[in-house]
């Protein structure tokens, strides 16, 4: 019986009389009637056992929960998405926080606490997807074939997210009926292969023609796109993605009463986060392009007021701050992927096919249908050319995930100099200049996985 439950009970069962109790026997009495061994039991109300679980509302929770997952690693956390961006160059560090200006500075240690979140979050929701899929197919057989799938999304989104801004040697681990199972180090080659294998498996369960179907049909196409270019198969990348609709998105929603658009909070609502401009040399110019895929605007100016952006500067109090207009409130929805992307992917495919006009005709069908953009010229050789590609990619998919990884790929695929693509020279605080760091080491944390070499990056290479 717990406590308090006792309490009320001695309460409304002894005699009083003016407030005094008057039969303190009665109360030994009361006491000797409860089994002592009750206060030992505690039912901890977080704690979720296998067994909690075995039923076909157990399963769709967890498959709820896995969602609610993602939504964490990625726009509802200080997740990858956010924090690859501050690596690169979509972001430029506003706080004084050692850990975040390390990412900024690029010379991450091993002890970094936001890599170290991002990642909890990430492996989270993968296990948590993971999990999820059995129980579905066990206690739910006749569940929608896009409810599996989407879990398959989410480890092929996350899987692919780590291989992009981790160095070699990333380890998924599980958890199986409440037990560990450690995994070992897996080359990034590997993880981007799991990641395919994940994609494949929801595509082949999504059948359907309902907006559910269509919805996660589209996200896993637009994921094996992705993962195709990472592993260097233009030609192959562009087919995954011919289906999905320029217009289509995959939405993260927000809401005060559950968990706010972080990218309005890190950058609008504490500063912590500068639109970047020119950062270190070889940054694009996100703050001050003009862009209407981007619109941004300088902290306490009157476009910024409007949004209750009243900062100026950034924690340096000399450094102008700006602000996104992206994202203005938190409970403003998230396009974690969009169909702009499949025809980013087209024509790349199409100039590493030698095909220049097919490429520049591709990108411009694509700006047609985004307001305020004027078509673009053909940039004069294959360098301009591809760096006039991967500017479209950085303002179309700003924030979503995506730049540093594609900076790896200029590096990967592209034979570019680290230090002609990445922020460079002196950093733009006291403190030194930018280091060489091109993706994040594995978390210390990671050592106290036992599989021999868990924990340790097998090389920092792109």
Not at 94 to 108: K, L, M, T
Not at 314 to 343: C, H, K, M, N, Y
Not at 349 to 357: D, E, F, I, T
């Amino acid at each position: 019986m717990p406590v308090q439950t006792l309490l009320r009970a001695l309460r409304s069962r002894l005699p009083r009389i003016a407030g005094r109790t008057l039969a303190p026997a009665a109360a030994a009495l009361l006491l000797a009637a409860c089994d002592p061994g009750e206060f030992l039991v505690v039912t901890d109300p977080d704690l979720v056992n296998p067994a909690d679980v075995q039923s076909a509302a157990g399963a769709d929770a967890v498959r709820l929960g896995a969602l609610r997952r993602f939504n964490a690693a990625t726009s509802g956390g200080e997740s990858f998405l956010v924090l690859g961006g501050l690596f690169a160059d979509e972001w430029i560090n506003g706080d004084s926080f050692i850990a975040r200006q390390e990412i900024d500075q690029r010379v991450v240690t091993i002890e970094n606490s936001f890599v170290l979140g991002a990642a909890r979050d990430l492996h989270r929701a993968t296990v948590a997807a993971q999990q999820a899929i059995p129980l579905i197919q066990q206690y739910v057989p006749g569940a929608p074939g896009w409810q599996v799938a989407e879990m398959y999304l989410v480890q092929a989104y996350l899987e692919n997210l780590a291989a992009e801004v981790f160095c070699s040697g990333i380890v998924f681990s599980t958890v199986e009926n409440g037990t560990e199972r450690y995994g070992g180090p897996l080359t990034t080659a590997q993880v981007y292969a799991r990641a395919l294998a994940h994609a494949d498996s929801g595509l082949a369960l999504v059948s359907g023609a309902t907006a559910n179907d269509v919805r996660v049909r589209s996200a896993l196409q637009l994921v094996r796109g992705r993962i195709l270019l990472n592993q260097n198969q233009p030609a192959a990348a562009a087919q995954a993605v011919a289906a999905v609709p320029t217009t289509y998105q995959y939405l993260q929603y927000h809401a005060l009463t559950a968990s706010s658009n972080n990218f309005w909070n890190w950058s609008n609502n504490t500063a912590r986060y500068s639109v970047g401009n020119t950062e270190g040399q070889n940054g694009l110019n996100f703050a001050t392009a003009g862009d209407p895929r981007l619109p941004t605007c300088q902290g306490g100016d009157v476009t910024c007021r409007a949004i209750s952006v009243t900062r100026t500067n950034r924690d340096d109090l000399g450094t102008p701050f700006w602000a996104q207009r992206l994202w203005t409130g938190p409970e403003t929805s998230f396009a974690v992927l969009i169909g702009a992307e499949a025809r980013l992917i087209e024509a790349e495919a199409q100039l590493r096919a030698g095909n220049a006009s097919g490429a520049l005709t591709t990108l411009n069908a694509y700006r047609a249908t985004v307001a305020g953009l004027t078509p673009l010229t053909d940039a004069g050789s294959d360098a301009a050319r591809v760096s006039q590609l991967f500017r479209e990619r950085a303002f179309a998919l700003f924030g979503r995930g995506t730049r540093m990884g594609d900076m790896r790929r200029l590096v990967r695929q592209y034979s570019r100099p680290a230090n002609t693509v990445f922020p460079t020279g002196t950093w733009h605080k006291p403190g030194g200049s930018y280091g060489a760091d091109v993706n994040f080491p594995v978390p210390f944390a990671e050592q106290n996985n036992p599989t021999a070499g868990a924990g340790v990056c097998l090389d920092r290479n792109p």
